[in-house]
């Protein structure tokens, strides 16, 4: 009997397929694809903005690890989300923003409407992987989404900051939280800085310090990302079978 059981655990391991090439991998990535995303993630120094908040991202927002997000975001693929924040949380440990107290990390919400649509936050997922790895204390509640506004692409700087004013309230799940420190927010791309810089005012405004943000990817002004960005395809990478554009 328990050999029996032994296979249907191996079978059921070995059933997941890799979300980039449908190879069988015991990961949500096999060891080529995640291969592929890693040279996308060009170490980089924090980022000093002129708003005193500094950004910690992973990689830049182009190739494999722009792949990756889509398939995250668009393809329905939240548990591309461990191997992403995990390796978010191996950044940080190597270069942290140095903080004077240990941080609370808090993920950039969606509006419960997109969140309803999407089935998952992705920065909440990456958060909560990300916090797995460091050891950070994590509040996933502890921004909620006020105005369900205009998606940012498209829109130019002035208008993105418009757009986002107010957007954010501060989660009473934070607000009851003892001493925590210093809030890191987490986001999966940074483009303009617009979001975290609408919530880190909101937070400020209701007596939180903000110590910075963590991103996976950071576009440039030129890559901003648009709609669910076309995959173009590496050598072991197939396109996704059903795309579900949101
Ligand atoms: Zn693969």
Known sequence: MWVQIRRAIADLWLSQTCVFCDRASPESLCASCWQQIQGSAAAQPPMLTAQALPVLAWGHYERQLKQAI??????????????????LGE?????????RQRP???PIPLHPEKLKARGF????????????QTGLPYCEHGLTRQRNTLPQFGLGADARQTNLSDAFGVGRSLQQRQSPGPILLLDDIYTTGAT?????????????SVCGVVVLARAGLHSAPAKPPGLTSPKCVRPPRHRRLN
């Open 91 to 99: 950044r940080w440990q190597a270069t942290p923003i140095p903080t």
């Open 121 to 132: 936050n992705q920065a909440a997922l990456l958060a909560a992987a990300f916090c797995r």
């Open 70 to 87: 889509a398939q995250l975001k668009y393809d329905s693929h939240p548990r591309l989300a461990e191997s992403l924040g995990r390796a």
């Open 196 to 208: 975290v810089r609408s919530a880190a005012t909101t937070l400020r405004r209701q007596g939180f």
């Open 104 to 106: 609370t990390v808090v």
